[in-house]
């Protein structure tokens, strides 16, 4: 029997290897096509294969012009992709439908937006009227000659379920000349987080019953047509043994031999963005909670096709932490596969995020953890393929809630070490060998690629009856689809140095312009996308900037907290802890978590609401006057309503009443530099947002803030994303005098409230609080008032709320002990009234404290 075996590069031969070896020894004539993967397949294994057995040959995919019919099929292939993950199935996997969405056509984006669009019934419609279009598109004559050319008595094609199913023409071909064709489920999660299998296929293959659900009830394909044959790939490491010792080995990668070690296995980049930052916190977080864990080794595995991200790694500097290979490595000869193996084999556990390897550590024996970061959220828990982890059998992952779970785990893991997981057992016999754990699948996967290529032919697939209306209708869109194949096969296949001129090359030829032609407007529409790519690359280096300036505050509070001997934490503020990237661009929003304004008060807001809202803006400026202009940055999730250009909330509003009364009661520093460096002192600091405003109006100044370490986390990762040149200092750092040896040179100097009156400051031109002394005890009022005393502060301004609240009491009372009060009747509307708060209370709620801005002068001698 011949076999076409179809696959969208090299790189998918090594799930196969097992089974191309099995169908040359049985006397098939095996090709393979696919095009090699030099950057992840440096060594290809297909061509070691073609040099063992005459049987097994290589071909690359037939080359020509772009057909644009072909690529008009493609187009609305991703269409129809798109809308599974519209379907209830994928309402918790928000990265999955985003992923999703960025091979979508636009033309689909937009018809979405439509009434009724995202209905059931409308996207029904939808999908049946993309799949009977794409169904009339004419075959890409080019792999139809080339299919016939081989006649093979049966084609088979992995993966498939890539973005507008680019391997679909073959199969279209296969049909058209009556020939079988079949699917082979390359990996556990194909048939869950990528596209659907949109034609008719005579056999699929999948590993497990799970597996054969999915392509049922996802796919919708014929239950009679899918075969369980088992993990095929993974029959290799059930005979595999050490080919060295454990001394051997841990020397090999870089570990000290006289303790156990602990691998943790790398994601891929999808699954794992900025792993790295997550294993260096993985780490300090496991050894300073627990003694046992703090003397283990660790060994990290890179995936490989994400090594880069660990060139530039300093985790290799803590003590026996191996990263090993550096680059990652495919186990796809002896050497290679013998370093994985015996990775997971002399470990005491295993750990990761989410990937496969987890299943080879399963079939080893040994244990494996994850820990649920939020980080990770939508890429584990937010995965159906992820479950299968701890669902398969009672499932082999060891799932932990919390770092005092996970620690625990692995302590209870080095405590029983030796002794085999039971879970992993039952997990491998459903998962990976559904028919008994000493049955292979490499043999049950060959018998029914056998038992497919035997059948009879299948009947000659013909295109339908309307595939003629339709032509002249969509050949427009068919141009401009083969435009955008062709700029980006321009893009894909020239080596780096060519890439702009092969894209020049291949615009002139797909739409060649001259002078004077339609086309001339097309240097416009490259300036404007010039400009787009520039501003995606200052995105991403301001995220990447964000991550590490959070890493940074994070091991900075940390280091606080310790030093001011803090235990307590605020939990509102608990998921900073671990923040997402995605969390940090929108760290904004966790303003409200401190008394700042809300998102959800701008949403959806009522047109009365927002002209309420705007009149309130324009009377502060109107009070203002030739003030400070204030309103929200747009940067980290900036929220609000927006006039005239700007960006307002209910913060920028306060803000603008606070600096006008500083104004009014002439407290604010020199707007020039006078020489004099002043210090200013806010207590509590909010989410930055104030601190961010004064320093962007006064930059010679060093502001100084106050607060509990973990509301710093907050302020501190905002300011410094925000000036990424400022100087800053921490208490805690270098001993409790260090911070202020160079005051004069910093721009942000963090305290904690508790260690406020150790503070050698030298003195303190302003004192600021936004009402953050009212939500502490009596005492620790009156003593930040006595420091702001003792360090000679000429003044010290508050936002009291109503005199009969008792909060109010204990505040005005210790500044009346110390200073002269003066209260200035700032935001306030022409007819001297004070202005309605944001959002405007509900008609049955309660009335919301109004507030009243106090300035106070240093009293000469305390009475």
Known sequence: MKILFVMRSSIYVRNFESTLRMLADRGHQVRVVAPIHWMFDAQPLILRLAQDHPAITHAPPPTGPVHKWAAASEELRRGVDYLRYLGPEYLQAPKLVHRAELYAPPFLLAALKRPMARSPVGLAAIDRTLRLTERAMPIDPVVKDFVAAERPDLLIVTPLIEPGSPQAQYLRAARSLGITT?????????????????????????????????????????????????????????????????????????????????????????????????????????????????????????????????????????????????????????????????????????????????????????????????????????????????????????????????????????????????????????????????????????????????????????????????????????????????????????????????????????????????????????????????????????????????????????????????????????????????????????????????????????????????????????????????????????FGFAREGTVHTADTLRYIEVLTALRFGAALPPASDSGVRPVVWEIGGGWGGFAYHFKSLFPRVTYVISSHPDQMLLSATYLRALFPRAVVRAYGEGGDAEPWRQLKKADFVFVPESAVQSIPLPSVNLVIDLMALERLAPAAIDAHVRVAFDLASPFFYSALPAPTTAAASAVRDALMRYYWLYELPVARGPNRRPLTPWPPPAADGPLPISRSHVIGWKRMVIE
Not at 366 to 377: I, T
Not at 533 to 551: G, I, P, V
Not at 552 to 570: F, I, N, Q, S
Not at 579 to 603: N, S
């Open 182 to 638: 079949a699917l082979c489920v390359y990996s556990w999660d194909n048939l869950t987080n990528k596209g659907l299998i949109q034609d008719p296929v005579d056999l699929v293959t999948v590993w497990n019953e799970p597996m054969r659900r999915e392509a049922v009830e996802l796919h919708g394909l014929a239950e009679d047509r899918v075969v369980v044959t088992g993990a095929q790939s993974y029959d290799q490491w059930f005979e595999w043994k050490p080919q060295r010792t454990r001394e051997e080995f841990c020397r090999h990668a870089g570990l000290p031999t006289d303790r156990p070690y602990l691998l943790y296995l790398c994601s891929s980049k999808f699954i794992a963005p900025h792993e790295a930052r997550f294993v260096r916190r993985w780490i300090e977080d496991i050894r300073r909670t627990s003694p046992i864990l703090a003397r283990l080794g660790i060994l990290i595995r890179p995936h490989p096709q994400y090594g880069n991200q660990w060139e530039n790694s300093d985790i290799a500097a803590f003590d026996a932490v191996s990263i090993w290979p550096r680059q990652g490595a495919n186990p796809v000869d002896v050497e290679s596969r013998s370093d994985f193996y015996e990775s997971i084999f002399y470990s005491t556990a295993v750990v990761g995020v989410n990937t496969s390897a987890q299943i080879e550590s399963a079939i080893v024996g040994r244990s494996v953890y994850s820990l649920l970061s939020p980080e990770f959220q939508d890429t584990q828990e937010g995965t159906l393929h992820f479950h299968h982890l701890r669902n398969v059998n009672g499932g082999m992952l060891h799932v932990a809630p919390t770092l005092a779970d996970h620690v625990a785990q692995l302590e209870e893991a080095v405590a029983r070490a030796g002794v085999d997981d039971g879970r992993c057992r039952r997990f491998v016999e459903g998962f990976v060998r559904p028919y008994g754990i000493d049955v292979a699948a490499t043999p049950r996967l060959v018998a029914a690629i056998e038992q497919a290529g035997a059948k009879r032919p299948a009947r000659r697939e013909r295109a339908p009856w309307y595939a003629g209306l339709i032509f002249s209708r969509l050949e427009s869109f068919a141009e401009v689809c083969a435009r955008q194949e062709e700029l980006q096969r321009a893009k894909d296949l020239e080596p780096r140095g060519g890439r702009v001129a092969a894209k020049k090359k291949a615009k002139r030829r797909v739409d060649p312009s001259t002078p004077g032609s339609a086309a001339a407007a097309r240097p416009v529409k490259e300036v404007k996308a010039a400009r787009k790519k520039k501003a995606q690359a200052l995105d991403q280096e301001f995220q990447q900037r964000l991550a590490t300036t959070y890493d940074e505050v994070r091991d900075m509070v940390r280091r606080m907290k310790t030093a001011a001997a803090v235990t307590t934490g605020l939990p509102e503020l608990q998921p900073l802890w671990h923040a997402t990237p995605e969390m940090l661009m929108r760290l904004r929003q966790f303003g409200a978590c401190v008394g700042g304004a809300a998102p959800a008060d701008y949403v959806d807001a009522s047109e009365p609401a927002k002209r309420l809202f705007r009149s309130l803006v324009r009377k502060l400026t109107h009070e203002a006057g030739d003030g400070p202009v204030i309103c929200e940055p747009r940067r980290l999730g900036c």
